[in-house]
């Protein structure tokens, strides 16, 4: 799939977080074109509902237009489960899923959670829940969406590079 904008692929993982006494697990949604974290969830528990509440933020902050998107997964019960793929369809979001067993099918939300644990997460035992997600909230807002380069987006942070291609696209309408 090629893509020209934003809100056309968006990539979505879960991953976890080691806390003081027990596992917290973050669930996030990407949009492909720029790398930019569109949604995101943190709680003690791997339920579908995690995920859920990943997916409802980015369609409450982007708000895609129904039948422009491609939601891609890994095979996770979450992804999987009849109430995920419900919120999908009611928005008009096409669900895609990797192959069995391929993590490359998923490796734009794959790198994220490699700098994520690199970058903020490793080495850390965050104190509890509320912790780690203050604080890897505040990675994903302040350091990766709008500081951190990638030379996949002609090193650009996420932001600079959305603004840069939506600005493009409103010149040409008004042209």
């Known amino acids: 799939m090629i893509l020209s904008g934003v809100n056309q692929l968006w990539v979505a993982d879960i991953t976890f977080v080691h806390l ?18 569109v949604g995101w969830a943190l709680d003690t528990h791997l339920e579908a509902s995690l995920a859920i509440e990943a997916l409802e933020m980015a369609i409450t902050d982007r708000q895609p237009a129904p039948g422009s998107l491609v939601h891609h997964s890994d095979r996770g019960v979450q992804y999987a489960c009849g109430a995920y793929s419900e919120l999908l369809h009611r928005r008009g979001i096409q669900a895609s899923m990797s192959r069995v067993g391929n993590p490359y099918d ?3 939300a794959e790198s994220f959670m490699k700098t994520l644990k690199q970058e903020e997460v490793q080495g850390l035992a965050y104190k509890d829940a509320d912790d780690a997600r203050r604080r890897i909230g505040a990675f994903i807002d302040t350091v990766y969406n709008t500081q951190r380069l990638h030379s996949a987006l002609d090193y650009l942070t996420p932001e600079e590079y959305e603004q ?12």
Do not use: I, P, Y
């Not at 027990?22 to 790398?35: H, M």
């Open 106 to 108: 998923n490796a734009k």
């Open 20 to 37: 003081a006494e027990e596992f917290a697990f973050l669930a996030v949604v990407l949009d492909a074109f720029s790398r930019r974290v």
């Open 164 to 175: 840069k291609h939506s600005g493009g696209r409103q010149m040409e309408k008004a042209a």
